[in-house]
């Protein structure tokens, strides 16, 4: 198994524009997050989803946006990037819940907005 | 709010000590408690996983305790190498996982 994937490793985007993360997992885990973690801070939870087609809020969701319409694809993506969405961007993924199951994590996608 | 605090900050050993690393956070009312490690440029492992009926867990030379009442755990770290350099992160599980900033460890021979 691959685990989580995600691309790309590394992105520099000017303040306005707009991109994807793309995020994939093989192990057919119902339950799948994003985080971003800041310089010298803990992760903090974006969105996440429970199955394909169904997302919700994490703790920092503004200025992000996510689909699920299938079990191994979890896209986040940046609509006018402002440099506050500089961070380092994390999807995880479990079988059942975050109470239940330990998360699995990707490599990361570190992201520079200038 | 749950927070979640974790010291030192950042911790520097010679090889072969025992050490501990320490988590607290403010809200007892946790389902689990869970210690992963982050390599630069690299995403979390999940290291131990304790549920919030459960006093310990152990992995190999890491034994993790969890105290919910006086809202600590301990990650211990035997015999130190200079592979376990690394982040070592803690996360609360309350209606999501609520991380502490780190302590940054290194072992040097």
């Known amino acids: 198994n691959a685990g989580v994937t995600q691309t790309p490793k590394f992105r520099i985007l000017k303040i306005g524009q707009s991109m994807t993360l793309q995020c994939a997992q093989d192990?057919?885990?119902?339950?799948m997050y994003w985080y971003r973690q800041d310089p010298g801070m803990g992760l903090k939870l974006i969105y996440y989803?429970?199955?394909?087609?169904?997302?919700d809020k994490g703790e920092v969701p503004n200025g992000y946006n996510v689909s699920r319409s299938t079990t191994e694809d979890f896209p986040l993506r940046l609509e006018l990037a402002a440099p506050s969405q500089t961070s380092v961007y994390f999807c995880a993924s479990s079988y059942t819940d975050w109470v239940r199951d330990e998360q699995y994590f990707g490599p990361g996608t570190r992201l520079t907005v200038t | 709010k749950q927070e979640v605090t974790q010291i030192p900050a950042a911790l520097s050993v010679p090889e072969g000590e025992n050490l501990v690393l320490n988590c607290s956070f403010t809200d007892s009312a946790i389902y689990n408690l869970q210690w992963f490690r982050q390599d630069p440029g690299k995403g979390l492992t999940s290291l131990l996983l304790?549920?919030?009926?459960?006093r310990e867990q152990t992995s190999g030379r890491l034994n993790a305790s969890l105290d919910k009442s006086s809202g600590r755990s301990t990650l211990y770290i035997a015999a130190s190498q200079p592979g376990d350099s690394a982040t070592y992160l803690c996360a609360v599980t309350t209606d999501k996982l609520i991380f502490g900033t780190g302590t940054r460890l290194q072992v040097f021979p």
């Open positions: 192990m057919n885990h119902n339950y």
């Open positions: 304790i549920q919030s009926s459960q």
């Open positions: 989803s429970v199955g394909a087609g169904i997302t």
